[in-house]
Nanobody
């Protein structure tokens, strides 16, 4: 079974930076492991629906970003270490949310409903 564990969240002032990591382990029923599947980052603020932030394909050659984070966030992965990362720069108070990594989507990497595997989330709080 795939397990994903996020880390790196915290409290930061507006304009600051944080780097989130997602450590993956296990194997999907399909037989795929981390180096074989795409992954994404999503976030959910209080009273709001979970929203797409960024996604990356299995080999790291294709990335997608939400318009709200484009130019400020960078998604990456290290398949040798089974780790995905989200570098967040120029953080804004509206970036405050619980951030989740997700793996092995059944289609569109930007659609949270197509992911079966999720981490527990890590809180990011940006103060003004």
């Amino acid at each position: 079974q795939v397990q994903l564990v996020e880390s790196g969240g915290g409290l930061v002032q507006a304009g600051g930076s944080l780097r989130l990591s997602c450590a993956a382990s296990g194997r999907a029923p399909s037989g795929r492991t981390f180096s074989n599947y795409a992954m994404g980052w999503f976030r959910q603020a209080p009273t709001k629906e979970r929203e797409f932030v960024a996604a990356i394909n299995w080999i790291g050659t294709i990335t997608y970003y939400a318009d709200s984070v484009k130019g400020r966030f960078t998604i990456s992965r290290d398949n040798a270490k089974n780790t995905g990362n989200l570098q967040m720069n120029s953080l804004k108070p509206e970036d405050t949310a619980v951030y989740y990594c997700a793996g092995d989507p059944r289609g569109d990497m930007k659609n949270p409903q197509l992911y079966d595997y999720w981490g527990q989330g890590t809180q990011v709080t940006v103060s003004s």
